[in-house]
Nanobody
Framework: QVQLVESGGGLVHAGESLRLTCVATRATVDMFRMAWYRQAPGKQRERIAAVTMSGATDYAGSVKGRFTITRGSTLNTAYLQMNSLKPEDTAIYYC??????????WGQGTQVTVAS
């Protein structure tokens, strides 16, 4: 079964940047389109950015212009560059394919905390 590992989160102040990394243990056909999701306390998980194999991207309005999603040289990696972070970006960040991998596969996520 594919495993997803997210890293790069941390505690930063508003206006600062972070770069998140996602590595899947192997690439699958489901990973044609990869995405980053986040779940804030008390809220449902939401998709915030997605990227296809060809590099086409899509962003949620709340992060557009501040976050950039990219693929690695191998299909099983993805990155999220987060600039101009805001306190409302505080959440656990996950990566997955889009739509998500079958079987409810999710990683542990990486915590991002933005202090005002």
């Amino acid at each position: 079964q594919v495993q997803l590992v997210e890293s790069g989160g941390g505690l930063v102040h508003a206006g600062e940047s972070l770069r998140l990394t996602c590595v899947a243990t192997r690439a699958t056909v489901d990973m044609f389109r990869m995405a980053w999701y986040r779940q804030a306390p008390g809220k449902q998980r939401e998709r915030i950015a997605a990227v296809t194999m060809s590099g086409a991207t899509d962003y949620a309005g709340s992060v557009k212009g501040r976050f950039t999603i990219t693929r690695g040289s191998t299909l099983n990696t993805a990155y999220l560059q987060m600039n101009s972070l805001k306190p409302e970006d505080t959440a656990i960040y996950y990566c997955n394919s889009d739509p998500e991998l079958p079987g409810g596969t999710w990683g542990q996520g990486t915590q991002v905390t933005v202090a005002s």
